[in-house]
């Protein structure tokens, strides 16, 4: 069983940067596969970025590319998404989550975090 409280989300104004943390807790952290999702409202969540167990493998949403980088701390069980040169359609309900696989669907992951909301103003 592993639990996940994201934190680190606001308002921040277009071209501004956020740094999320997904704290965790539980067996077995260090083993999982964790991403970062967003939900915007009235729209299905979207997979944001990844990164595998021992932080050498990510991958990102092409749209972020460039801007979002994802890491982990193992020692600390945490994962951050640094996100940096934020435009207004960043603006989202952000979650992180784990799983025992690689997948950039939400079916691949196991456990969630409660969500961080992040709004970007123009």
């Known amino acids: 069983q592993v639990q996940l409280v994201e934190s680190g989300g606001g308002l921040v104004q277009a071209g501004g940067s956020l740094r999320l943390t997904c704290a965790g807790s539980?067996?077995?952290?260090?083993?999982?596969?964790m991403g970062w999702f967003r939900q915007a409202p009235g729209k299905e969540r979207d997979f944001v970025a990844l990164?595998?167990?021992?932080?050498?493998?990510?991958h990102y949403k092409d749209s972020v590319k460039g801007r979002f980088t994802i890491s982990r701390d193992n020692a600390k069980k945490t994962v951050y998404l640094l996100m940096d040169n934020l435009k207004p359609e960043d603006t989202a309900v952000y979650s992180c989550?784990?799983?025992?696989?690689?997948?950039?669907?939400?079916?691949?992951?196991?456990?969630w975090g409660q969500g961080t909301q992040v709004t970007v103003s123009s």
């Open positions: 989550a784990a799983g025992t696989v690689w997948g950039t669907t939400p079916r691949a992951y196991n456990y």
């Open positions: 539980g067996v077995g952290f260090n083993n999982y596969w």
């Open positions: 990164i595998n167990w021992s932080g050498g493998s990510t």
